[in-house]
């Protein structure tokens, strides 16, 4: 079973580099959203489409979907576009897939990078816990307390010995179809070695569709225990990894509840921040890296958190 790795405290290269992505993004954000609300009712071609029912829906590019066009899809879109701006950054060569639901207005934007499965390293350990509690859900299963505090730990501190657990008793790859099917994903897939539920592939608007799928399908319990568990998500996880980055960035904004994921695999570090956050869950926010492992952890950590600054800040602040 994949372990993920622990912190490594590589500075990474230019701080400088940074600064000027974290100062673009918020700024690419700020006028974005103004100037899409000023068009408001200006239909462009391929950017807007309805559909609010199935948020995995969504193709590639910069995309709001929904009811209308509304401030609220402004906003949305804006939020998905501020972090397309570091797909272009150069360097360093990385993918930031992204994609971000308003659940009160229904609108959905997805990132150009959106809908590109990306190796899932712990957040597929929210997958798997979902679709066991289905599984028990609908009488296939029968959780045991042991089972249900490895759901908690694999959840809260990102545990790989509760996950291997988790995976080995209830058919590792198999969890991973069920939500398939449950949330119905278009671009998740089982890992091609299946025991290295780190390289189960998901892209953002996918990690969308299980959040919806949990806070709409599960039993009022289960979504507690869920919920319960990614808003008590702890600062360092398991592995002795610093969790606070993202949507889980210290200080730690009120109501958030999230599954991060880190892992190194060759020349590739995988980071991601993905959760619910807002007044009442109102928006899920699925935000996904992959960098080169030389930029290190440090400094992937400053880029993720800047990403998702200015996802919030397209969000007028409501993000948080």
């Known amino acids: 079973m994949r372990q993920e790795p622990p912190a490594r405290r590589t500075a990474g290269r230019g701080r ?5 992505c974290f100062a673009t993004v918020l700024a690419v954000a700020t006028v974005g959203a103004s100037v899409l609300i000023v068009q408001r009712g200006q239909r462009a071609s391929g950017e807007y ?6 948020p995995t829906a969504a193709g590639t590019g910069t995309t709001a979907t ?3 066009l509304t401030a609220e899809a402004d906003a949305v879109r804006a939020a998905a576009a501020s972090v397309d701006v570091l797909n272009a950054a150069q360097p360093p060569v990385a993918a930031y897939g992204v994609a971000v639901l308003d659940r009160v207005s229904g609108q ?3 990132g150009s990078q959106g809908a590109t499965p990306l190796f899932s390293a712990s957040v597929v350990k929210l997958f798997t816990s979902v679709a066991i509690l289905h599984r028990a859900e609908t009488g296939g299963t029968l959780l045991t307390d042991t089972q249900r505090a490895d759901i908690q ?5 990102s545990d790989d010995n509760a996950m291997n657990a988790l995976w080995e008793q209830f058919g590792g790859p198999r969890t991973v179809t069920d ?5 119905n994903l278009h671009d998740t897939r089982p890992p091609a070695n299946p025991g290295e539920w780190g390289e189960t592939l998901i892209s953002a608007r996918d990690v969308v569709a299980v959040y919806q799928y949990v806070l709409t399908s599960l039993t009022q319990a289960d979504r507690d225990t869920v919920l319960g568990a990614l808003a008590s998500a702890q600062d360092v ?5 610093e969790q606070t980055f993202g949507l889980l960035r210290s200080p730690r904004p009120l109501g958030v509840a999230a599954k991060q994921g880190w892992m190194i695999d060759g020349p590739t570090l995988y980071l991601h921040s993905t959760g619910v956050s807002g007044a009442g869950a109102r928006y899920v926010i699925a935000l996904l890296s992959a960098q080169p492992a030389g930029v290190g952890y440090e400094s992937a950590r400053a880029y993720v958190s800047a990403a998702v600054a200015g996802v919030v800040n397209a969000l007028g602040g409501q993000g948080e």
């Not at 996880?237 to 990894?241: E, M, P, R, S, V």
């Open 108 to 110: 959905l934007g997805v």
């Open 49 to 54: 489409y309805y559909a609010a029912t199935d």
């Open 179 to 183: 939500m398939v099917a449950l949330a």
């Open 66 to 68: 929904g009811t209308g």
């Open 16 to 20: 400088r580099w940074f600064l000027l």
């Open 153 to 157: 730990r694999a959840l809260s501190l």
């Open 237 to 241: 996880g398991a592995d002795g990894f």
